[in-house]
């Protein structure tokens, strides 16, 4: 089966770093996504990543290992609005989106 | 604003009252999906459409229906629902290309009694 892990929950500090890790078992790889969501709220696109390497996009940055099924998000510079849930996915050999089931990011003074 | 409107944003209804909650693209995309997200369990899809009058099922369509008769209009439909089915829905839109990323609709709780 096809399957995405994440940790369900992770705690930091205002102005601190966070790596959020995410592993992948799918039939094919075509591209992972990262996507933040507010509670309540709808997701919204931070990162897409095809090729190994690091991607940088401000204050997030995104990497990949296809070799490992291996993902990681990279928030530096914590602010209190960073508190939500990250979702990571992967698009498999049918081009269809296979979820992570997120990790809730709780940051703290 | 390019957007996905989804309508409506909050619903309580009964077990068994047929209702349909509206997507609408203003961003010419082919593909359209539908998911619901309950706690501890992520995103799951329902139903998606890759073009006009082309739809297909997810990992959870059992008590949903959909149509794509236009490109901006993608209704999902609860013929009866149950208790079972309250969930907040996204409706998502993307455009045709490997990186092309989703744009969400800003979800509709849904609370079947």
């Known amino acids: 089966g096809q399957n995405i892990d994440q940790p369900t929950e992770m705690t930091a500090t205002e102005g601190a770093i966070v790596q959020i890790n995410c592993t992948y078992q799918?039939?094919?790889?075509?591209?992972l996504f990262w996507y933040q969501q507010h509670a309540g709220e709808a997701p919204t696109f931070l990162s897409y990543?095809?090729l190994d390497g690091l991607e940088e996009k401000g204050r997030f940055s995104s990497f990949l290992s296809r070799s490992k099924g291996y993902s990681y998000l990279l928030l530096k510079e914590l602010q209190m609005k960073d508190s939500a849930s990250y979702l990571c996915?992967?698009?498999?050999?049918?081009?269809?989106?296979?979820w992570g089931a997120g990790t809730k990011l709780i940051i703290k003074p | 604003e390019a957007q996905v409107t989804q309508n409506p944003r909050y619903l309580i209804t009964v077990t068994g009252k047929k209702l349909t909650v509206t997507c609408s693209q203003n961003?010419?995309?082919?593909?359209m999906s539908w998911y619901r997200q309950d706690p501890g369990l992520g995103l799951r899809q329902i139903y998606y459409?890759?073009?006009?009058?082309?739809?297909d099922k997810g990992d959870v369509p059992e008590g949903y229906k959909v149509s794509r008769k236009e490109k901006r209009n993608f209704p999902l439909i609860l013929e009866s629902p149950s208790p079972n089915q309250t969930s907040l829905y996204f409706c998502?839109?993307?455009?045709?290309?490997?990186?092309?990323?989703?744009?969400f609709g800003e979800g509709s709780r849904l609370t079947v009694l």
């Open positions: 998502a839109s993307s455009p045709p290309r490997d990186s092309g990323e989703l744009f």
């Open positions: 961003m010419n995309h082919e593909y």
């Open positions: 799918t039939s094919g790889f075509n591209g």
């Open positions: 990543n095809v």
């Open positions: 459409s890759m073009n006009v009058e082309v739809t």
């Open positions: 996915a992967v698009k498999d050999s049918n081009y269809q989106l296979i």
